[in-house]
């Protein structure tokens, strides 16, 4: 193929994906405002630049496959809860791009994020028009009560740390994911991501140099320049758990809570692995 087709064939695919993401921007069941701008800060500007970039990843770099998005609620209050891999939120971006553009309606799924980025003028302000908000639990607790999706990596920075080695082990979850969903009465929507250790596969952490840089670790990858691989990534989620009580309970009640749901997405990152190993076998996927 000549180089200029080349072009004109990825101008058009782009094309194709932004009037994608626009289209499902303005299906979105969200309160925006004349200028575009929701209750929470988020700008239907910012989100179309930001998820037409994550779309094009979805689809041409990463080939995001995702299975079960029926069993995200359509409308209401749910949290999404996942699992984290790879030293950079690449599943974060992907389960919002999959709920924009594999739902009818699309939803847009809207997490806390890392305290690191409140502290970086740019990157704090394109994280809240883009629909991510500072980590704080009142946040996280209006959006349930405005009925918007709300994900949650109950493994926080340890997740992404794990190395290449540890991409589908699951570290240990937080319990305040688990006393709000019950607060809020939310379902929760287990997810499992594959892949993203295999798109950044950290080999080491550099807690030092991380600090120096106000992160909470700097991620080494064995071929040196830090960006992702073009590897497959899956999303698959989970029945939705339903469990009742007020929030308040006692510890060993929440944590009996939040191991079922733990249990929930390892088994569907242990199926996962199996089924990726026997595309492998035979040909497929990595």
């Known amino acids: 193929m000549p180089v200029g ?3 004109l064939e990825r101008y058009i695919a782009g094309m194709r ?10 299906r979105l069941e969200i ?3 004349a200028l575009g701008v929701d209750p929470y800060g988020a700008s239907k500007r910012h989100l179309a630049v930001a998820l037409t970039a994550m779309a094009a990843l979805y689809r041409a770099y990463f080939s995001v496959e995702t299975r079960g998005i029926a069993n995200v609620p359509a409308r209401g209050r749910a949290m999404l809860v996942g699992n984290h891999s790879g030293g950079i939120a690449i599943d974060a971006a992907m389960v919002v791009v ?14 806390m994020a890392e305290r690191f980025i409140s502290r970086v003028p740019f990157l704090s302000e394109w994280a809240v028009r883009a629909g991510q908000l500072p980590g704080l639990p ?5 959006l349930l009560e405005d009925e918007r999706l709300l994900m949650v990596f109950p493994e926080g920075a340890r997740g992404t740390a794990k190395l290449f080695s540890e991409r589908h082990s699951l570290v240990e979850f937080g319990t305040g994911f688990m006393r709000l969903a019950l607060k809020t009465r939310s379902p929760i929507v287990p997810l499992a991501v594959l892949g993203g250790g295999e798109a950044f596969p950290t080999v080491v952490n550099a807690y030092k140099i991380g600090r120096w840089l106000g992160l909470p670790y700097l991620p080494i990858v064995a071929y040196g320049v830090p960006l992702p691989l073009p590897a497959k990534i899956e999303i698959e989620y989970g029945a939705p758990m339903r469990f009742e009580g007020t929030g308040n309970e006692d510890d060993e009640i929440v944590h009996r809570h939040v191991d079922e749901v733990r249990g929930a997405i390892a088994r569907m990152l242990a199926a996962g692995v199996h089924r990726r190993r026997g595309d492998a076998q035979t040909g497929g996927a990595d």
């Open 31 to 33: 309160p925006f405002d």
């Open 17 to 26: 994906i932004h009037a994608t993401v626009e289209d499902a921007l303005d």
């Open 138 to 142: 009142e946040h996280a607790e209006r």
């Open 98 to 111: 999959s709920c924009l553009l594999e739902m009818d309606p699309p939803r847009l799924a809207q997490g």
């Open 5 to 7: 087709a080349g072009r």
